[in-house]
Protein backbone atom coordinates (compact mmCIF):
# COMPACT_ATOMS: atom_id res chain seq x y z
CA UNK A 1 0.00 0.00 0.00
CA UNK A 2 2.89 2.29 1.08
CA UNK A 3 4.22 1.32 -2.64
CA UNK A 4 1.01 2.25 -4.81
CA UNK A 5 0.57 5.56 -2.76
CA UNK A 6 4.40 6.48 -3.22
CA UNK A 7 3.67 5.81 -7.10
CA UNK A 8 0.47 7.73 -7.10
CA UNK A 9 2.53 10.76 -5.54
CA UNK A 10 5.03 10.62 -8.26
CA UNK A 11 2.82 10.52 -11.05
CA UNK A 12 0.25 12.80 -10.27
CA UNK A 13 3.78 14.80 -9.96
CA UNK A 14 4.51 13.76 -13.42
CA UNK A 15 1.52 14.18 -15.17
CA UNK A 16 1.28 17.78 -17.76
CA UNK A 17 -2.51 17.37 -18.60
CA UNK A 18 -5.89 16.74 -17.22
CA UNK A 19 -6.00 13.82 -19.74
CA UNK A 20 -3.25 12.43 -17.94
CA UNK A 21 -4.54 12.54 -14.73
CA UNK A 22 -7.53 11.14 -15.64
CA UNK A 23 -5.30 7.96 -17.25
CA UNK A 24 -4.19 8.43 -13.97
CA UNK A 25 -7.38 7.66 -12.12
CA UNK A 26 -8.13 4.97 -14.50
CA UNK A 27 -5.62 3.28 -13.63
CA UNK A 28 -5.49 3.48 -9.69
CA UNK A 29 -9.37 3.40 -8.87
CA UNK A 30 -10.71 2.52 -11.96
CA UNK A 31 -12.15 -1.41 -12.30
CA UNK A 32 -8.76 -2.55 -13.48
CA UNK A 33 -6.90 -0.15 -11.16
CA UNK A 34 -3.88 -1.04 -9.08
CA UNK A 35 -6.35 -0.05 -5.47
CA UNK A 36 -8.94 -1.37 -6.41
CA UNK A 37 -6.76 -4.89 -7.72
CA UNK A 38 -5.34 -5.02 -4.76
CA UNK A 39 -8.76 -4.62 -2.46
CA UNK A 40 -9.70 -8.03 -4.93
CA UNK A 41 -7.00 -9.93 -4.61
CA UNK A 42 -6.89 -9.87 -0.62
CA UNK A 43 -7.32 -13.45 1.21
CA UNK A 44 -9.20 -12.58 3.91
CA UNK A 45 -9.67 -16.23 4.98
CA UNK A 46 -6.20 -16.19 5.55
CA UNK A 47 -6.26 -13.51 8.03
CA UNK A 48 -7.39 -12.77 11.88
CA UNK A 49 -9.75 -10.45 12.77
CA UNK A 50 -7.36 -8.07 13.67
CA UNK A 51 -5.73 -8.11 10.52
CA UNK A 52 -9.01 -7.67 8.46
CA UNK A 53 -9.53 -4.94 10.32
CA UNK A 54 -6.52 -3.69 9.96
CA UNK A 55 -6.30 -4.13 6.18
CA UNK A 56 -9.32 -2.71 5.61
CA UNK A 57 -8.75 0.51 7.36
CA UNK A 58 -5.46 1.27 5.59
CA UNK A 59 -7.27 0.25 2.23
CA UNK A 60 -10.04 2.81 3.03
CA UNK A 61 -7.28 5.36 3.85
CA UNK A 62 -5.29 4.58 0.44
CA UNK A 63 -8.42 5.43 -1.74
CA UNK A 64 -9.57 8.57 -0.11
CA UNK A 65 -6.13 9.54 -0.36
CA UNK A 66 -6.00 8.66 -3.87
CA UNK A 67 -9.45 10.27 -4.66
CA UNK A 68 -8.50 13.20 -2.45
CA UNK A 69 -5.18 13.63 -4.27
CA UNK A 70 -6.48 12.93 -8.20
CA UNK A 71 -9.55 15.28 -8.12
CA UNK A 72 -7.35 18.44 -6.74
CA UNK A 73 -5.24 17.75 -9.52
CA UNK A 74 -7.96 17.91 -11.43
CA UNK A 75 -8.73 21.25 -9.99
CA UNK A 76 -5.47 22.42 -10.33
CA UNK A 77 -5.65 21.58 -14.28
CA UNK A 78 -8.46 23.61 -14.69
CA UNK A 79 -7.86 26.59 -12.76
CA UNK A 80 -4.60 27.17 -15.22
CA UNK A 81 -6.78 26.43 -17.87
CA UNK A 82 -8.45 29.15 -17.24
CA UNK A 83 -4.62 31.07 -16.63
CA UNK A 84 -3.56 30.26 -19.59
CA UNK A 85 -6.88 31.83 -21.94
CA UNK A 86 -6.95 35.18 -20.34
CA UNK A 87 -3.40 35.29 -21.05
CA UNK A 88 -4.54 34.73 -24.48
CA UNK A 89 -5.22 38.19 -24.36
CA UNK A 90 -4.04 39.90 -27.52
CA UNK A 91 -3.02 43.87 -26.04
CA UNK A 92 -2.26 45.07 -29.45
CA UNK A 93 -6.08 44.41 -30.67
CA UNK A 94 -7.62 47.51 -31.84
CA UNK A 95 -9.74 48.43 -28.51
CA UNK A 96 -13.80 49.43 -28.84
CA UNK A 97 -13.47 53.14 -29.43
CA UNK A 98 -15.59 55.46 -27.29
CA UNK A 99 -17.31 58.03 -29.90
CA UNK A 100 -16.25 61.41 -28.66
CA UNK A 101 -19.47 64.14 -29.20
CA UNK A 102 -19.55 67.00 -31.42
CA UNK A 103 -20.25 70.63 -31.49
CA UNK A 104 -23.48 71.61 -33.39
CA UNK A 105 -22.27 73.39 -36.84
CA UNK A 106 -24.32 76.39 -35.43
CA UNK A 107 -23.06 76.45 -32.00
CA UNK A 108 -19.69 76.07 -33.30
CA UNK A 109 -20.73 79.43 -35.04
CA UNK A 110 -22.51 81.05 -32.03
CA UNK A 111 -19.83 80.46 -29.81
CA UNK A 112 -16.98 81.98 -32.33
CA UNK A 113 -19.52 85.32 -32.41
CA UNK A 114 -19.85 85.43 -28.82
CA UNK A 115 -16.09 85.69 -28.54
CA UNK A 116 -15.51 88.67 -31.35
CA UNK A 117 -18.17 90.69 -29.51
CA UNK A 118 -17.30 89.78 -26.51
CA UNK A 119 -14.03 91.57 -27.09
CA UNK A 120 -15.11 94.50 -28.31
CA UNK A 121 -17.33 95.24 -24.59
CA UNK A 122 -20.50 93.43 -25.68
CA UNK A 123 -22.66 91.86 -23.42
CA UNK A 124 -24.13 88.53 -24.40
CA UNK A 125 -28.01 88.03 -23.81
CA UNK A 126 -30.55 85.08 -24.34
CA UNK A 127 -34.27 85.87 -24.16
CA UNK A 128 -37.23 83.81 -24.32
CA UNK A 129 -38.14 81.65 -27.49
CA UNK A 130 -42.15 81.83 -26.76
CA UNK A 131 -42.30 85.68 -26.75
CA UNK A 132 -45.26 88.24 -26.68
CA UNK A 133 -46.78 90.09 -29.45
CA UNK A 134 -45.76 93.17 -28.12
CA UNK A 135 -41.61 92.60 -28.15
CA UNK A 136 -41.95 90.71 -31.53
CA UNK A 137 -43.94 93.12 -33.05
CA UNK A 138 -45.93 95.85 -31.70
CA UNK A 139 -42.78 97.08 -30.03
CA UNK A 140 -40.88 96.99 -33.00
CA UNK A 141 -43.21 99.26 -34.77
CA UNK A 142 -44.96 96.54 -36.29
CA UNK A 143 -48.80 96.94 -35.72
CA UNK A 144 -51.31 94.37 -36.36
CA UNK A 145 -52.17 95.14 -39.42
CA UNK A 146 -48.91 95.92 -41.00
CA UNK A 147 -47.86 94.42 -43.79
CA UNK A 148 -44.20 93.06 -42.16
CA UNK A 149 -46.24 90.70 -40.41
CA UNK A 150 -47.44 88.75 -43.59
CA UNK A 151 -43.42 88.22 -43.80
CA UNK A 152 -43.06 86.87 -40.63
CA UNK A 153 -46.03 84.47 -40.00
CA UNK A 154 -45.04 82.42 -36.85
CA UNK A 155 -46.78 79.81 -34.73
CA UNK A 156 -49.14 80.60 -32.31
CA UNK A 157 -50.30 79.07 -28.72
CA UNK A 158 -53.62 79.17 -26.77
CA UNK A 159 -52.55 81.53 -24.66
CA UNK A 160 -51.77 84.27 -27.50
CA UNK A 161 -47.84 84.18 -26.65
CA UNK A 162 -46.13 83.04 -30.08
CA UNK A 163 -42.64 81.62 -31.23
CA UNK A 164 -40.31 84.89 -31.84
CA UNK A 165 -39.86 85.13 -35.56
CA UNK A 166 -36.63 86.84 -34.77
CA UNK A 167 -33.87 87.56 -32.23
CA UNK A 168 -35.10 91.21 -32.18
CA UNK A 169 -37.52 90.74 -30.06
CA UNK A 170 -35.19 91.26 -27.23
CA UNK A 171 -34.48 94.80 -28.58
CA UNK A 172 -36.94 96.67 -26.55
CA UNK A 173 -36.48 94.15 -23.60
CA UNK A 174 -33.15 94.61 -23.15
CA UNK A 175 -33.50 98.30 -23.52
CA UNK A 176 -36.16 98.12 -20.78
CA UNK A 177 -34.14 96.10 -18.25
CA UNK A 178 -31.15 97.93 -18.86
CA UNK A 179 -31.15 101.37 -20.12
CA UNK A 180 -28.16 102.89 -22.33
CA UNK A 181 -25.91 103.03 -22.72
CA UNK A 182 -26.22 99.39 -24.02
CA UNK A 183 -23.78 97.29 -25.86
CA UNK A 184 -25.51 93.54 -26.51
CA UNK A 185 -25.50 90.48 -28.61
CA UNK A 186 -28.74 88.08 -28.58
CA UNK A 187 -27.75 84.63 -30.24
CA UNK A 188 -30.64 82.51 -30.50
CA UNK A 189 -33.25 79.94 -31.91
CA UNK A 190 -36.33 81.78 -34.29
CA UNK A 191 -39.11 80.23 -35.58
CA UNK A 192 -41.66 81.02 -38.98
CA UNK A 193 -44.66 79.27 -40.40
CA UNK A 194 -42.52 78.24 -43.60
CA UNK A 195 -42.27 76.26 -46.08
CA UNK A 196 -39.54 74.05 -46.14
CA UNK A 197 -36.56 73.82 -48.42
CA UNK A 198 -33.23 74.33 -49.16
CA UNK A 199 -32.68 77.72 -47.82
CA UNK A 200 -35.90 77.90 -46.22
CA UNK A 201 -36.39 76.04 -42.41
CA UNK A 202 -39.06 77.00 -39.84
CA UNK A 203 -36.72 76.56 -37.51
CA UNK A 204 -33.65 78.67 -37.81
CA UNK A 205 -30.83 80.98 -35.76
CA UNK A 206 -30.06 84.63 -35.39
CA UNK A 207 -27.63 86.53 -33.43
CA UNK A 208 -28.97 90.75 -33.09
CA UNK A 209 -26.93 93.36 -32.10
CA UNK A 210 -27.77 96.39 -29.93
CA UNK A 211 -25.35 99.53 -29.18
CA UNK A 212 -27.43 102.29 -27.77
CA UNK A 213 -25.24 105.67 -26.52
CA UNK A 214 -25.13 109.42 -27.70
CA UNK A 215 -24.00 110.36 -31.00
CA UNK A 216 -24.33 106.69 -32.37
CA UNK A 217 -24.15 107.27 -36.24
CA UNK A 218 -24.40 104.91 -39.11
CA UNK A 219 -20.16 105.50 -38.97
CA UNK A 220 -20.26 103.24 -35.84
CA UNK A 221 -22.72 100.81 -37.33
CA UNK A 222 -20.48 100.28 -40.33
CA UNK A 223 -17.09 100.38 -38.55
CA UNK A 224 -17.95 97.62 -36.22
CA UNK A 225 -19.48 95.66 -38.81
CA UNK A 226 -16.37 95.55 -40.69
CA UNK A 227 -14.58 95.00 -37.89
CA UNK A 228 -16.59 91.63 -36.81
CA UNK A 229 -17.08 90.30 -39.85
CA UNK A 230 -12.87 90.27 -40.65
CA UNK A 231 -12.52 88.86 -37.22
CA UNK A 232 -15.07 85.56 -38.32
CA UNK A 233 -13.75 85.08 -41.67
CA UNK A 234 -10.35 86.00 -40.32
CA UNK A 235 -8.91 88.50 -43.11
CA UNK A 236 -9.95 92.05 -44.15
CA UNK A 237 -13.39 92.11 -46.11
CA UNK A 238 -15.02 94.53 -47.59
CA UNK A 239 -18.49 95.71 -46.90
CA UNK A 240 -20.96 98.04 -48.38
CA UNK A 241 -24.43 99.64 -47.76
CA UNK A 242 -27.49 99.29 -49.64
CA UNK A 243 -31.06 100.85 -48.51
CA UNK A 244 -33.69 98.30 -46.98
CA UNK A 245 -36.92 98.70 -45.64
CA UNK A 246 -37.35 97.34 -41.67
CA UNK A 247 -40.05 98.92 -39.59
CA UNK A 248 -37.87 99.47 -36.55
CA UNK A 249 -34.77 101.19 -37.93
CA UNK A 250 -34.75 104.37 -39.69
CA UNK A 251 -32.89 104.52 -42.13
CA UNK A 252 -32.47 100.96 -42.76
CA UNK A 253 -29.87 98.88 -44.93
CA UNK A 254 -28.47 95.86 -46.54
CA UNK A 255 -25.12 95.37 -45.28
CA UNK A 256 -23.09 93.03 -48.65
CA UNK A 257 -20.18 91.63 -48.02
CA UNK A 258 -17.77 91.52 -50.68
CA UNK A 259 -17.70 87.79 -52.49
CA UNK A 260 -14.72 86.13 -50.60
CA UNK A 261 -14.99 83.22 -53.41
CA UNK A 262 -14.49 85.62 -56.51
CA UNK A 263 -12.65 88.51 -54.60
CA UNK A 264 -15.99 90.65 -56.02
CA UNK A 265 -15.52 89.83 -59.64
CA UNK A 266 -18.67 87.93 -59.58
CA UNK A 267 -19.36 83.93 -59.33
CA UNK A 268 -21.94 81.70 -59.20
CA UNK A 269 -22.37 81.86 -54.94
CA UNK A 270 -22.53 85.79 -55.45
CA UNK A 271 -23.35 86.48 -59.02
CA UNK A 272 -22.88 90.35 -58.76
CA UNK A 273 -19.14 90.03 -56.01
CA UNK A 274 -21.53 91.23 -53.48
CA UNK A 275 -23.51 88.85 -50.93
CA UNK A 276 -26.61 89.93 -48.97
CA UNK A 277 -25.44 89.34 -45.09
CA UNK A 278 -26.74 91.23 -42.58
CA UNK A 279 -29.73 93.45 -42.11
CA UNK A 280 -29.45 96.65 -39.99
CA UNK A 281 -29.98 100.62 -39.35
CA UNK A 282 -30.44 102.96 -37.07
CA UNK A 283 -32.95 102.04 -34.20
CA UNK A 284 -35.88 103.83 -34.79
CA UNK A 285 -37.19 106.83 -32.37
CA UNK A 286 -40.46 104.99 -32.02
CA UNK A 287 -38.49 101.85 -30.64
CA UNK A 288 -36.13 103.70 -27.93
CA UNK A 289 -39.39 105.09 -26.63
CA UNK A 290 -40.56 101.75 -26.36
CA UNK A 291 -37.64 100.96 -24.21
CA UNK A 292 -38.29 103.76 -21.97
CA UNK A 293 -35.17 105.32 -23.61
CA UNK A 294 -35.36 109.20 -24.83
CA UNK A 295 -34.26 109.66 -28.53
CA UNK A 296 -33.49 112.84 -27.97
CA UNK A 297 -30.28 111.92 -25.48
CA UNK A 298 -29.46 108.51 -27.35
CA UNK A 299 -29.28 107.05 -30.44
CA UNK A 300 -27.92 103.62 -31.55
CA UNK A 301 -27.64 101.21 -34.40
CA UNK A 302 -29.09 97.46 -34.74
CA UNK A 303 -28.50 94.44 -36.62
CA UNK A 304 -29.85 90.88 -37.31
CA UNK A 305 -27.06 88.39 -38.48
CA UNK A 306 -28.71 84.93 -39.70
CA UNK A 307 -26.58 82.67 -37.92
CA UNK A 308 -27.89 79.75 -39.74
CA UNK A 309 -26.94 81.71 -42.87
CA UNK A 310 -23.26 82.49 -41.37
CA UNK A 311 -22.84 78.40 -40.06
CA UNK A 312 -23.67 76.85 -43.89
CA UNK A 313 -21.21 79.99 -45.17
CA UNK A 314 -18.53 79.68 -43.23
CA UNK A 315 -18.92 75.43 -43.14
CA UNK A 316 -19.88 74.90 -47.31
CA UNK A 317 -23.38 73.35 -46.34
CA UNK A 318 -25.52 73.81 -49.42
CA UNK A 319 -29.02 72.86 -47.65
CA UNK A 320 -30.25 74.19 -44.45
CA UNK A 321 -32.31 70.38 -43.36
CA UNK A 322 -28.94 69.28 -42.41
CA UNK A 323 -28.77 71.35 -40.08
CA UNK A 324 -31.78 70.12 -37.67
CA UNK A 325 -31.76 66.55 -38.78
CA UNK A 326 -30.29 64.99 -36.43
CA UNK A 327 -27.74 63.20 -38.15
CA UNK A 328 -24.54 62.74 -35.59
CA UNK A 329 -23.01 62.89 -38.98
CA UNK A 330 -23.10 66.47 -40.04
CA UNK A 331 -21.75 67.71 -36.17
CA UNK A 332 -19.04 65.24 -36.36
CA UNK A 333 -17.20 66.76 -39.84
CA UNK A 334 -16.72 70.53 -38.53
CA UNK A 335 -15.67 70.05 -34.67
CA UNK A 336 -11.80 70.00 -36.14
CA UNK A 337 -12.28 72.68 -38.16
CA UNK A 338 -12.91 74.76 -35.37
N1 LIG B 1 -35.33 91.01 -37.55
C1 LIG B 1 -35.12 91.08 -38.95
C2 LIG B 1 -35.52 89.76 -39.61
O1 LIG B 1 -35.53 88.76 -38.97
C3 LIG B 1 -33.67 91.35 -39.29
C4 LIG B 1 -33.20 92.69 -38.90
C5 LIG B 1 -33.27 93.74 -39.75
C6 LIG B 1 -32.68 92.95 -37.64
C7 LIG B 1 -32.80 95.01 -39.46
C8 LIG B 1 -32.21 94.20 -37.28
C9 LIG B 1 -32.27 95.23 -38.19
O2 LIG B 1 -31.70 94.49 -36.09
O3 LIG B 1 -31.82 96.46 -37.86
O4 LIG B 1 -35.82 89.72 -40.74
Redesign the pocket.
Same mark, same amino acid.
Given at each position: MQEIKERLVQDLKSATTAEQVEQIRVDYLGRKGSITTLAKSADFSKMSVEEKKSFGQRLNELKNFATAEISAAVEAFKASAIRRKTNDLDLTAPGKGRRLGALHPITLTQMELEDVFQGMGFSVLYGPEVESEYFCFEA?NIPGDHPARD? &?DTFWLKNQLILR????AN &?VRTLQRFGAPIRAIFPGR?FRYEAVDPSHENTFY?C? @??VVDKNISVANLIATMKTILSQVFKRDVKVRLRP @?Y?P??EP @??ELDLNCLLCGGKGCPTCGDGWIEL????L?HPEVLRHGGIDPKEYSG??? @?V?LTRLAMMKFGIKDIRYLNCGDLRVNEQFTTLV
Open positions: LM &QTHTS &QCQE @GL @GFFV @GFIPCGIFAF @GG
